[in-house]
Antibody, heavy 120, light 107 residues
Framework: QLQLQESGPGLVKPSETLSLSCTVS??????????WAWIRQPPGKGLEWIGS???????YYSPSLRSRVTISLDTSKNRFSLKLTSVTAADTAVYYC????????????WGQGTLVTVSS | DIQMTQSPSSLSASVGDRVTITCRAS??????LNWYQQKPGKAPKLLIY???SLQSGVPSRFSGSGSGTDFTLTISSLQPEDFATYCC?????????FGQGTKLEIK
């Protein structure tokens, strides 16, 4: 069974960089069938798609975050990562990683999520 | 970006009721529409993909329909475990935007 697990600091200072990793077990991120995605959810609010990356390294980002976000792959550790620069309180959210199916584009496996708070 | 609008934003219903939630896209997304269920403190769970295909393991009381811009999620007979928030998502073009969610509460 595929499992995804987010990891990283739960507290980040304003103007600094948020860095999270998603370790995948039970499957390979090098598969050509899937994309790997990041989604976030501010407290009490809806889901926001951040971006996704293909096994080739091609990445797609939300236009609203494109100038600050980078998603990358580490195939040696079977994990993918998110970096978000110049964070503000508005970036406080639960961050989820997920697998995106290649056909329908649906997010069929999710990590449990990790809360990142931006505060000094 | 494609905007996804769900209605209603909240809904009260009883066990055994038939419930329908609507999702409208700001432009045609053919059938690239997915539905998720989310319970408090948990990650979303995929229910329906491709507008009408039931994800493996999801009870058959859940169904989806629609194409183009208008879509519906129907729960044929509500069970106690179905009280949650439901969210649609388009995967037609990036960014793969979500609807704002519909909170289904017990009447």
């Amino acid at each position: 069974q595929l499992q995804l697990q987010e990891s990283g600091p739960g507290l980040v200072k304003p103007s600094e960089t948020l860095s999270l990793s998603c370790t995948v077990s039970g499957g390979s991120i090098s598969s050509s069938t899937y994309f790997w995605a990041w989604i976030r959810q501010p407290p009490g609010k809806g889901l926001e798609w951040i971006g996704s990356i293909y096994y080739s390294g091609s990445a797609y980002y939300s236009p609203s975050l494109r100038s600050r976000v980078t998603i990358s792959l580490d195939t040696s550790k079977n994990r993918f990562s998110l970096k978000l620069t110049s964070v503000t309180a508005a970036d406080t959210a639960v961050y989820y990683c997920a697998r995106r199916g290649g056909g329908s584009g649906s997010l069929d496996f999710w990590g449990q999520g990790t809360l990142v708070t931006v505060s000094s | 970006d494609i905007q996804m609008t769900q209605s209603p934003s909240s809904l009260s219903a009883s066990v055994g009721d038939r419930v329908t939630i609507t999702c409208r896209a700001s432009q045609s997304i053919t059938n690239y529409l997915n539905w998720y269920q989310q319970k408090p403190g948990k990650a979303p769970k995929l229910l329906i993909y491709g507008a009408s295909s039931l994800q493996s393991g999801v009870p058959s009381r859940f169904s989806g329909s629609g194409s183009g811009t208008d879509f519906t999620l129907t729960i044929s007979s509500l069970q106690p475990e179905d009280f949650a928030t439901y969210c649609c998502q388009q995967s037609f073009s990036t960014p793969h935007t979500f609807g704002q969610g519909t909170k289904l509460e017990i009447k």
